[in-house]
C-alpha cells in the first residue's frame, strides 16, 4: 500500500516512524511519503492560503497551491483522502474499505480549510473521501490523517503478526466492543482475576468473553448493538 501526505507540517507525520506503522515501512508493507505543501508555491512568502471569499474570519487554503501538488502526487487509482469536521465520520468499516486500496492521498487542511474546488475539482478523477474522526474541532487535518493511517494501516495484510486479533478487538469484525482483559499478578490490589479465565476450560473462557463483549457493548454503547449488520443470536439475546 502507497500513502502520501500533503501537509505545511510535515513533522507531525513523524509518528508514523514508530511502533507497528514503522515497522511496516522498514519491511516494506507499506510505502509512506509526507510532502511539504509549500514546495509547490511559486511566491516568496510561499502563501497557501487567502482571506474566504463572501468574508469572515480566518484564511482559506488556495486551491492552485493544493492543485500543483496533487497533480504531481495523486495517480489515477489514488484514492484523496481530506480530514474534515464536515465530512463523513471515519470508522473501523471505512478503515477496513480503504485498507483494500492500493495508494491513498491524504490532503491536510490548516486554518478554516481548503478551497471546495479542489475536492470538487479532483472528484470528476478520482475517489474522494472527506473525512472527520469525531465531533470536535482540530487546528488542521494533520492529527485525523495520522489517525486513519494508523487505523488503515494496521489492516494492511501483513502489518498485524496475528490476524485474529482484529477479530476480536473492539470495532473489529464481532461488531461488539472488546471484552476486559488481564495478565498477571493473578491477585493485584485485593482484586483477583475472573476464575474463568484460570480454569483452563476454552469453551468456558470464550462463553465468558462473549457475554462480557455483549455486556459492555449494551452499557457504553447501545447504538452498536441497533446497528448491527447482522442480528444478534438466540444466546446472545439471553444473555443481554
Ligand atoms: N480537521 C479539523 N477537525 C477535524 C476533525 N474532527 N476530523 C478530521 N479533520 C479535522
Not at 482559506?60 to 483522502?81: I, K, N, S
Not at 488503515?152 to 466492543?177: F, K, M, Q, T, Y
Not at 474463568?196 to 452498536?224: E, F, N, Y
Request: aromatic share 6%; with cysteine.
Amino acid at each position: 500500500m502507497k500513502i502520501d501526505v500533503v501537509t505545511i507540517f510535515p513533522d507531525y507525520l513523524a509518528a508514523l516512524d514508530l511502533s507497528l506503522i514503522g515497522k511496516a515501512r522498514q519491511r516494506g508493507l507499506i510505502e509512506l511519503a509526507v510532502h511539504d505543501l509549500r514546495g509547490w508555491t511559486s511566491d516568496k512568502h510561499r502563501t497557501v492560503d487567502d482571506t474566504p471569499a463572501g468574508g469572515g474570519a480566518g484564511m482559506v487554503m488556495r486551491p492552485d497551491v493544493w492543485g500543483q501538488a496533487l497533480d504531481e502526487v495523486l495517480t489515477d487509482d489514488a484514492v484523496l483522502l481530506v480530514p474534515t469536521p464536515a465530512g463523513e465520520v471515519f470508522d473501523q468499516r471505512l478503515a477496513e474499505d480503504l485498507a483494500r486500496e492500493n495508494h491513498l492521498v491524504f490532503a491536510c487542511g490548516r486554518y478554516e480549510g481548503i478551497d471546495a474546488r479542489v475536492a470538487q475539482s479532483y472528484g470528476q478523477r478520482v475517489r474522494v473521501v472527506e473525512f472527520s474522526i469525531g465531533d470536535y474541532v482540530l487546528n488542521g487535518g494533520e492529527v485525523a490523517a495520522l489517525v486513519a493511517i494508523e487505523a488503515i494501516g494496521r489492516l494492511a495484510p501483513g502489518v498485524v503478526g496475528n490476524p485474529e486479533s482484529l477479530v476480536e478487538e473492539s470495532h473489529g469484525a464481532a461488531g461488539l466492543l472488546e471484552y476486559p482483559v488481564y495478565t498477571r499478578p493473578v491477585s493485584w490490589r485485593g482484586e483477583d482475576i475472573p476464575e474463568v479465565l484460570l480454569s483452563g476450560d476454552h469453551a468456558k473462557i470464550r462463553q465468558w468473553r462473549r457475554a462480557q463483549a455483549l455486556l459492555r457493548t449494551a452499557q457504553r454503547r447501545p447504538d452498536m448493538l441497533i446497528e448491527r449488520d447482522e442480528p444478534l443470536s438466540m444466546a446472545d439475546r439471553l444473555t443481554l
